[in-house]
């Protein structure tokens, strides 16, 4: 069988997503609500107003990071299912370094982004050692979200609490040092998102026009033929790991530098980016500079998502709906990219 030709996968894809939307329509008639309605609330309170494209720009900026590691971690066969915990390890990391290290003010804010790529690669390295012994990356990734929640509640309720905390817990706020510049009015903190965008096109020439990207593709593609000519695959999931790691963490440091200046909850750092990005890294097929496109579109269904809790008063996990609905749309159309529908008789 030939590899499917580009057109049709874009093809394939859009489809999907027109798909995905019809059945959420169906849903939102059953729940007593227009299709119509509820489409134009989200697209007119977030691409037609200020307030709510900045919104649309802040979720923008985590689904872009996370969303071009996996792409690149999907096309080499390595199934990162723990974004979301190596987000949170790299927010843990960028908040020691701003809390605790003695660097200079010029420095501080690349020494935190840094800091961020550590932690985040090194919890993804966890599951490619893991890995190395049989262990599914799934499984693994995915439990150690778990274990990096736990791990943040333990530091701000315990060693990192912050002196003046009533009620809530969280750390004290980071020096101005580390407080990463914003767009005026808006928590869009520009310097992660020039990084977001310098990324997903660097990756794509990683991907396209180097060794290691030819390494990588043959190792997703063909594993057998990968061994044959002598490329360690185990080599090229522990490389694509600490990317795709390391990503998520420089997400999980602007977060608490660009917006909340500390450590908090959880819930609260992330809005379950690393599980969207999924969406975001499978709509780009494997290609993290069409991540410029489809995190944009994540985000317009993240921050229109909470426009329908409010204005239609639609469930809380109405997003759930879209993300889910999506996914499995996509899911389900890899018969269509992968074998050609021929009409006739048998």
Same mark, same amino acid.
């Given at each position: ?47 037609? *107003? /200020? ?19 996996? $792409? ?18 790299? %927010? ?5 370094t701003a809390l605790f290290l003695p660097v200079p003010g010029a420095l501080l ?18 599951? %490619? ?42 750390? *004290? ?56 000519? &002598? ?8 490389? =694509? ?16 530098? &660009? ?6 909850? $959880? ?9 969207? %990005?999924?969406?975001? %890294? ?28 409010? *204005?239609?008063?639609? /469930? ?12 499995l749309c996509l899911i389900a159309s890899e018969v269509f990219v992968r074998h050609? =529908? ?5």
């Amino acid at each position: 069988m030939t590899a499917p030709s580009a057109a049709r996968t874009a093809l394939v894809t859009v489809a999907s997503v027109v798909v995905a939307l019809l059945i959420c329509a169906l849903v939102f008639v059953f729940a007593g609500q227009s299709p119509a309605e509820v489409y134009g609330t989200m697209l007119r309170g977030t691409l037609g *107003d /200020p307030t709510g494209l900045a919104e649309v720009g802040r979720r923008t900026i985590p689904l872009l990071l996370i969303g071009t590691g996996l $792409a690149l971690a999907f096309r080499a066969q390595f199934f990162n299912i723990g974004a979301e915990g190596q987000l949170l390890l790299g %927010a843990v990391f960028a908040a020691g370094t701003a809390l605790f290290l003695p660097v200079p003010g010029a420095l501080l804010i690349p020494a935190v982004f840094v800091a961020g790529f550590v932690g985040g690669g090194l919890w993804a390295l966890v599951a %490619a050692a893991l890995r190395r012994v049989n262990v599914n990356e799934i499984l693994s990734t995915l439990m150690l979200n778990y274990i990096a929640v736990a791990l943040v509640t333990y530091l701000i309720a315990g060693p990192w609490k912050g002196k003046d905390v009533r009620g809530y817990i969280y750390t *004290d706020n980071f020096p101005q040092g580390a407080w990463l510049p914003t767009f005026s009015g808006t928590q869009v903190h520009w310097p992660t998102l020039l990084l977001g965008v310098a990324l997903a096109l660097g990756l794509q020439w990683l991907l396209t026009r180097s060794t290691f990207g030819y390494a990588l593709r043959v190792v997703g593609e063909n594993p057998g033929a990968a061994h044959y000519a &002598g490329l360690s695959s185990t080599r090229v999931a522990t490389l =694509v790991a600490l990317l795709t790691g390391g990503l998520a963490g420089l997400a999980g440091a602007g977060e608490v530098a &660009g917006i909340h200046h500390r450590l908090l909850e $959880a819930s609260q750092i992330s809005l379950g980016y690393g599980f969207t %990005a999924v969406i975001v %890294a499978w709509l780009a097929r494997g290609n993290p500079a069409l991540c410029l496109i489809t995190a944009p579109l994540m985000g317009v269904i993240l921050a229109g998502g909470d426009l329908l809790k409010i *204005d239609l008063n639609l /469930p809380f996990r109405v997003v759930d709906i879209f993300s889910g609905v999506i996914l499995l749309c996509l899911i389900a159309s890899e018969v269509f990219v992968r074998h050609r =529908v021929q009409w006739g008789r048998a």
